[in-house]
C-alpha cells in the first residue's frame, strides 16, 4: 500500500470541509426549495405530510374492501446518458414514474405514491428541478403523489454532469380484484402502443446507432434519412404512462390481466401472465412497428431473434379481455390517448408465449 502523499504546511493547516470533499449542503437545499412546489403539485388528499419530513404519511383511499399494498422500483436504464449528451433533463423523471406505476397497475392496483431518487457527482439545482418536474407530470398523469425522495450528491462515484434517477410507486388494489395467473380461458390480447423505445434496449440501440461515445451533435442528425425529428428527439421521447387506461380496463371490460412490455421483450413479458395451462399468441403485422426499430435493426445488424428479445417493437403494454368485451377495452385505451390493437389470444397450453410472424405457424417458434 502506498503511503499517503505529506501535505505541505498550508495544506496542513486548511480545515478540510463537506464543500471541498464535492458535496455542497448549499447547493442540495437550493435544489430541494425548487422541488417542494413541483411535488405538491402532485399531491392527492390522502397525503398528511408535507415535504421535508423523515417519512411520507399517505391515508388509503376510501371505500376500498380488503385493500392490499402494491409496489415496485426501476430507473430510466442507461437512457439518462443521452439526456446528459443533449443536455436535456425534463423527459426522464417522466420515463421513471411510467416503469414503476406501469408495473404495479398490471395488479390492479391504483398508484398511490411515489418516491425519488437522484444521484449526481455534483448537484446542479437547475438540472434537478428539471428532472424534479418531469417525475412531477409522470405522477400527475399516473393519478399518485410525488411525495419525498432522496437528493444525493456521489463526487467520488459520478462525474460532475453525471445523474442517476430511480424512483418506487405504492399503490393499493382489493384483495377481491387481484388478478390471478391466465388459464386455458380464450380470452384476447389487446396492445396498447409505444412510440418508441421506452427505456429498453438502450445500451444496445446506443451501441448500433452512436458507437460508444454520445455528442450533440451526432443526436442532431435526421433519425433516418427524411425523418422531421432528430435521433437525440427520437431516443429522449418520454415513456407513455398507461396506468389509468388500464385501471379503465380492468374496471369496464372485466380484464383478467396485463403485462407490461419492459426488459425481455414482448414474449417474456406476455408469459409472466400465465398460468401452466395456458399460451399466449402474439402475432407481429397486427399492429405498426415505429420506424426506429428497423433503424436499430439494420444498423447493427441486429437479428431478428435478438430484436424480439429486447425490445417491445412498439407494444408498451398487453391487457386479456374477454373477447366479447374488446371493443370496450379498445375504447377505454383510446380514451386513455392510446392507439390499441388485437395483437393476440390466450388459449390452452403449458404456460408459453409464442410471437410469430403474420402468416407464420407457433411450430418451432416457442418463446
Known sequence: MKPPRALDAAEAATPHTYEAAGVSIAVADEAVRRLAPHARSTYRPEVLSDIGAFGAVTALPPGLRDPVLVSANDGAGTKPLIAAALGRWDTIGIDVVAMCVDDIVTLAAQPLLFHDQITAGRLDPDIVEAIVSGLATGCRSAGCALVGGELAEHPDSLAPG????????????????????????????????????????????????????????????????GADRTLGDELLQPSVIYAPAVLSMFRDSDARGAAHITGGGLAANVARMLSPHADALLRRGTWPEPAIFGRIAGA????????????????????????????????????????AWVVGEIRSGTGVAHLVGPHESVSGRNS
Do not use: K
Open 162 to 225: 453525471e445523474f442517476d434517477v430511480a424512483g418506487f410507486a405504492v399503490g393499493v388494489a382489493q384483495r377481491a380484484h387481484l388478478p390471478s395467473p391466465l388459464s386455458g380461458d380464450r380470452l384476447a390480447l389487446v396492445g396498447l402502443a409505444s412510440g418508441g423505445l421506452r427505456c429498453n434496449g438502450y445500451s444496445l440501440a446506443r451501441r448500433v446507432l452512436c458507437g460508444r461515445s454520445l455528442d450533440a451533435a451526432q443526436l442532431g442528425e435526421p433519425c433516418w434519412p
Open 300 to 339: 447493427g445488424p441486429v437479428s431478428p431473434a435478438e430484436m424480439e428479445r429486447v425490445f417491445n417493437l412498439g407494444i408498451g403494454m398487453v391487457v386479456a379481455v374477454p373477447t366479447s368485451n374488446v371493443g370496450v377495452a379498445i375504447d377505454s385505451a383510446h380514451a386513455g390517448g392510446h392507439d
